[in-house]
């Protein structure tokens, strides 16, 4: 994947993300369609995983099939938003090893502060996708990538729903290796650090919080 950020402008992705955004929108039906969401932007974000062929034997004949090569990839969830976006990945690739990260923000600093931490092991052989509805500040993803690229991981990339340009900044200067890919790039931050015209706090529409 060359480019540091991907928007997938897909009408389908557009229109379930309208959708999301909308306030009336019930619990149930903003998780189903992050469900979905999630599937559609996992098909981008994995376009170019290494691929190899296998022989297989079809009911006429043998052939050699393409299968994905190297090790099982590693999606990592940055708590607890990002398990809106996993659920829905682990549908499509039921093999994924997954790792979770416990982030919190600092109302005050919005600095993001560590609580969880588990991920799968050989991360340095494995593409790594780490999953976060909200690229905000940055600051959360920033540090969970700090952490994975702690356990070796390499090869990752970034996936969310929406994004704001602040975010997308940080994390260029701090992880430019990691690219990222999202449904919309929104238009700043607020000064309680929330996406605007965004959707609100993710986990609290996922889950039915306030
Ligand atoms: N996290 C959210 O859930 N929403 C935002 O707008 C920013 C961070």
Do not use: W
Not at 16 to 38: G, Y
Not at 39 to 57: C, D, K, N
Not at 141 to 156: F, N
Request: net charge neutral; charged share 25%; with cysteine.
């Amino acid at each position: 994947m060359k480019d540091h950020l991907t928007i997938v402008r897909h009408p389908l992705v557009q229109h379930k993300l309208t959708l999301m955004r909308q306030k009336d929108t019930s619990t149930a039906v903003f998780r189903q369609l992050l469900r979905e969401i999630s599937q559609l932007l996992a098909y981008e974000v994995t376009r170019e995983l290494p691929m190899t062929t296998r022989a297989i034997e079809t009911p006429l004949q043998e052939m050699d099939a393409p299968v994905l090569a190297g090790r099982k990839l590693a999606l990592v969830s940055i708590l607890r938003a990002g398990n809106g976006l996993l659920d829905g990945m682990l549908e499509l690739i039921p093999s994924a090893r997954v790792g979770f990260v416990g982030l919190y923000r600092d109302e005050a600093t919005l600095k993001p502060v560590q609580y969880y931490f588990k991920v799968p092991e050989m991360l340095g052989q494995r593409l790594t996708i780490v999953v976060d509805p909200m690229l905000a500040t940055g600051n959360s993803s920033v540090a969970a990538i700090d952490l994975i690229k702690g356990k070796d991981a390499r090869d990752i990339r970034f996936m969310c729903l929406l994004a704001a340009p602040e975010g997308v900044e940080r994390m260029h200067q701090a992880h430019p290796d990691v690219p990222i890919v999202t449904a919309a790039l929104d238009e700043r931050l607020n000064e309680k650090g929330y996406i605007l015209p965004g959707l609100g706090d993710a986990g609290d529409r996922m889950f039915g919080t306030k």
